[in-house]
């Protein structure tokens, strides 16, 4: 059980946008920056977000990254077959143990 | 270009232990903490812990306390994360990741290793 929700999967068809939550408490996400990473299959994990909404260069505008309160949300617009990849959102959790904690990933379908 | 290259897989027994390395270049080592991800088949991510590679400090996930250690070598800007007492369940790919730290509550993982799996089996 992550400490981060985030649903299973989602899906789009090509040219689409899609949105994929990812839901904390006061301890992480409401307190502290979120990013989200892209693992494509077979490969390693990749930043996509940083700072609750900014891009790395190289990142395509189609990725956006949005927060509020205790959740955050990555957008995804002009859905392409390249896109098919797991979503992950990740932050410090400021409870006791301070701990890096990822959501459970969501895997992205383009139809 | 900042790079993170990882040792290459491994195959051990139940009770072993395992040292993995992560090889970082295109950057000053000693200026970024160092975090270990792993992820069992068809998983998530679960972190692990980080070193700083300037001072040597560590800090590791509770469940993972007593049986990981990382450890640096700032000569050859190399960390390591040795894993003891194995059992059939940490079979996973793990990963080194650089953290880019702005404050305490705002930094992320870029790059990341590619990725080392360690089978356990007897």
């Known amino acids: 059980q992550s400490v981060l929700t985030q649903p299973p999967s989602v899906s789009a068809a090509p040219g689409q946008k899609v949105t994929i939550s990812c839901s904390g408490s006061s301890s992480n996400i409401g307190n502290n920056y979120v990013s989200w990473y892209q693992q494509l299959p077979g490969t390693a994990p990749k930043l996509l977000i940083y700072e609750n909404n900014k891009r790395p260069s190289g990142i395509p505008d189609r990725f956006s990254g949005s927060k509020s309160g205790t959740s955050a949300t990555l957008g995804i617009t002009g859905l392409q077959t390249g896109d098919e990849a797991d979503y992950y959102c990740?932050?410090?959790?400021?409870?006791?143990?301070?701990?890096?904690?990822f959501g459970g990933g969501t895997k992205l379908t383009v139809l | 270009q900042v790079q993170l290259v990882q040792s290459g897989a491994e195959v051990k027994k139940p009770g072993a232990s395992v040292k993995v390395s992560c090889k970082a270049s295109?950057?000053?080592?000693?200026?970024?903490?160092m975090h270990w991800v792993r992820q069992a088949p068809g998983q998530g991510l679960e972190w692990m812990g980080w070193i700083n590679p300037n001072s040597g400090g560590t800090n590791y996930a509770q469940k993972f306390q007593g049986r990981v250690t990382m450890t640096r070598d700032t000569s050859i800007s190399t960390a390591y994360m040795e894993l003891s007492r194995l059992r059939s369940d940490d079979t996973a790919v793990y990963y080194c990741?650089?953290?880019?730290?702005?404050?305490?509550?705002?930094?992320?993982?870029?790059?990341w290793g590619q990725g080392t799996l360690v089978t356990v089996s007897s």
């Open positions: 990740g932050t410090w959790d400021s409870s006791l143990s301070a701990n890096w904690v």
């Open positions: 295109g950057y000053t080592f000693t200026g970024y903490y």
């Open positions: 990741a650089r953290a880019v730290v702005v404050t305490a509550i705002n930094n992320w993982f870029d790059p």
